[in-house]
């Protein structure tokens, strides 16, 4: 069974519009933040990758919107990743704490460009072998 990787956030009262709730777009942040953060935690950085001519893009982002954050609200996000053929799936939730209300969710698309190729790194397979469900 895979295992889920969880990243603790909070709100910053900038993330907010007038009536204080998190704007929409700022969800698509917290979810890629994480990303990030499950990335640095398999050894993956992203200027290596770049660098190495290894460009994750996101091909497609599915997102579903139940409840509002506000400012200062603490939330965990997490992620589970899919692997499909050339694609990862990463499935991802915004849990607020500490009522445990699932605020956001969603299925993020990421292909790899390999010299401007569509593949599937054997390196991300390495990095996230804890973390991919396969399929």
Known sequence: MALTYENSMKVRDY??????????AIYLHYFEATRHELMEKCGLRLRDLTEANIIPVVRNANINYRNSLRGSERFVCSVNIERKGVRYYFHQQIIRVPDNTLCASAVIEVVCLMDGKVSA?????KAFADY???K
């Open 121 to 125: 790194p054997e390196m991300f397979d």
């Open 15 to 24: 993330e907010c519009d007038s009536q204080g709730v998190v704007n929409n």
């Open 132 to 134: 991919i469900d396969w």
